[in-house]
């Protein structure tokens, strides 16, 4: 067989599969009309995006793969078909971090893929107001960054908040230098988020030593003011350069490679158990002699994995604090109920802020 009637068997085979694949698709999106039909006459429930079951998918997805395509390239595909189906079923609004082209967004499309509609919003505040009020479906904010710490704004407003945490999600974060020529002798003044400055710092100190740095409140924002002034550099992302048309006089400029922050999803419903989970928890404890002992002992004997713990003030007084912990295992888990129970008794304030699957990309 020629090289050209080779190709042609390919070529024909791969046509095929696009249409076995493309009514594979429908199909799904058929059933999932049907669950929605299901779901409206049976169990008189309007609750359609279930984070739990699309984590169990997303798990066994990846789990089952054969490639040549990573795992996570085939879970971001069935992603994007679940996120399609489900806007049959329920069209969602998600409120970000904005303005547009922010990472905030780019981690909202990353949880719920482009069949979502994304509100972008001014503050975090904001974005916890129009989730409490019904005004959009879910939020996502972030709470921390691997190299800057935790987003400590986030915390205080889960203080007085009755959302719940429903999900989480990790994106790998590089930051460009953008400009309208590309050139990086035409820079004289570099914007950008704060945390987006620290996560540069020592790149701008050897490449850009004696240009100002001015903090914004995003680095979208600083995309948009970088459009309209030649002499603005801004520090954002391949998406900001596109959206407000700029280019990139360096690329990834963070100081670290692995570069990440963990946004998290806030909702108003309890999330059931995916099988592999996380639970956030508010503790204020009594002031006294070994309270944060007390507070760990439980979690050490009933075998509860820490991941992570943070303190905030508590505002009620002075050197009163509140402590923010992630537990590895769901609330309705008998080890983490045990270790819950035993902490209520010994804080002045336990509050569960969600139980939620961990992320799976």
Same mark, same amino acid.
């Given at each position: 067989m020629s090289d050209s009637k080779a190709l042609q068997t390919v070529r024909d085979e791969i046509d095929a599969l696009d249409r076995e694949i493309q009514r594979l698709v429908n199909r799904r999106a058929e059933c999932a009309m049907q669950v929605a039909e299901i779901k409206r006459e049976v169990e008189a429930s309007d609750q359609f995006y279930r984070p739990e079951r699309e984590a169990q998918v997303l798990r066994s997805v990846v789990e089952r793969n054969e490639g040549p395509l990573a795992g996570e390239t085939v879970a971001r595909l %069935?992603?994007?078909?679940?996120? #399609? /189906? *489900? #806007?049959?079923?329920?069209p969602m609004t998600v409120a970000y971090l904005g303005p547009e082209? +922010? %990472? +905030?967004? #780019?981690a909202a499309l990353k949880h719920f893929g482009h069949g979502v509609t994304t509100a972008p919003l001014s503050a975090i505040d904001d974005i916890f107001r129009d989730v409490e009020s019904g005004a959009v479906h879910y939020g996502v904010v972030p709470v921390e960054n691997s190299t800057e710490g935790v987003v400590t704004h986030t915390l205080d407003t889960f203080i007085n908040s009755p959302l719940k945490i429903s999900g989480e999600v990790a994106l790998r974060i590089h930051h460009n230098l953008l400009n309208q020529s590309g050139d990086l002798g035409a820079v004289q003044k570099i914007c950008a988020h704060q945390q987006a400055l620290a996560q /540069?710092?020592?790149? *701008?100190?050897e490449h850009m030593p004696n240009v100002v740095c001015e903090p914004l409140s995003s680095n979208a924002e600083a995309a948009k003011l970088a459009a309209a002034d030649s002499s603005v550099a801004a520090i954002a992302s391949d998406v900001a350069a596109e959206l407000y048309e700029l280019r990139a006089a360096a690329s990834n400029i963070e100081d670290e490679p692995d570069n990440t922050t963990r946004f998290l999803v806030i909702g108003r419903q309890d999330i059931p158990a995916s099988?592999?989970?996380? +639970?956030s928890i508010m503790v204020s404890m009594r002031n006294e002699p070994g309270a944060l002992a007390k507070l760990l002992q439980? *979690? #050490?004997e009933q075998g509860v994995d820490m991941t992570r713990i943070e303190s905030r003030p508590s505002r009620r007084g002075n050197w009163e604090y509140v402590? %923010? *912990?992630?537990l590895l295992g769901h609330q309705e888990d008998r080890a983490v109920q045990n270790a819950l129970a035993v902490i209520k008794k010994e804080a002045a304030v336990l509050k569960i802020l969600g139980s939620y699957p961990r992320a799976v990309l």
């Open positions: %069935f992603r994007e078909i679940m996120s #399609a /189906c *489900l #806007a049959l079923e329920e082209g +922010t %990472f +905030t967004q #780019a /540069c710092r020592e790149w *701008l100190d099988g592999n989970d996380k +639970t439980p *979690l #050490a402590f %923010f *912990l992630d």
